[in-house]
């Protein structure tokens, strides 16, 4: 089983920064891939950026050209990275990690991390 864990959340002003970071721990081994999700309220779950099975890093169409996904692999932990420069009052949600777990079958949520963008 994945477990995720998100953190660095918080109360931007419009086009500043922050950096957003998950936790995979457990069977990361059977992980094909892991992303990071947006939840505005009112509207539909939308996909940020995706490490895909292959190694390739996909951006949302909102945020390309100023989100930055990037990987780093612990011992027993893989770490998720997503560095967001120029945030906009759009990009207000929760952020959630993902992952799919190839061996079980399932996906794997993490409890989300609430990113307000003040205009």
């Known amino acids: 089983q994945v477990q995720l864990v998100e953190s660095g959340g918080g109360l931007v002003q419009a086009g500043g920064s922050l950096r957003l970071s998950c936790a995979a721990s457990?069977?990361?081994?059977?992980?094909?891939?892991i992303r990071w999700f947006r939840q505005a309220p009112g509207k539909q779950r939308e996909l940020v950026a995706a490490?895909?099975?292959?190694?390739?890093?996909?951006?949302g169409d909102s945020v390309k050209g100023r989100f930055t996904c990037s990987r780093d692999n612990a011992e027993n932990t893989v770490y998720l990275h997503l560095q967001m420069n120029n945030l906009q009052a759009e990009d207000t949600a929760v952020y959630y990690c993902?992952?799919?777990?190839?061996?079980?079958?399932?996906?794997?949520w993490g409890q989300g991390t609430q990113v307000t963008v003040s205009s």
């Open positions: 457990g069977s990361i081994s059977s992980i094909v891939t």
């Open positions: 993902y992952a799919y777990d190839g061996k079980k079958v399932e996906d794997a």
């Open positions: 490490f895909t099975s292959g190694g390739n890093i996909i951006y």
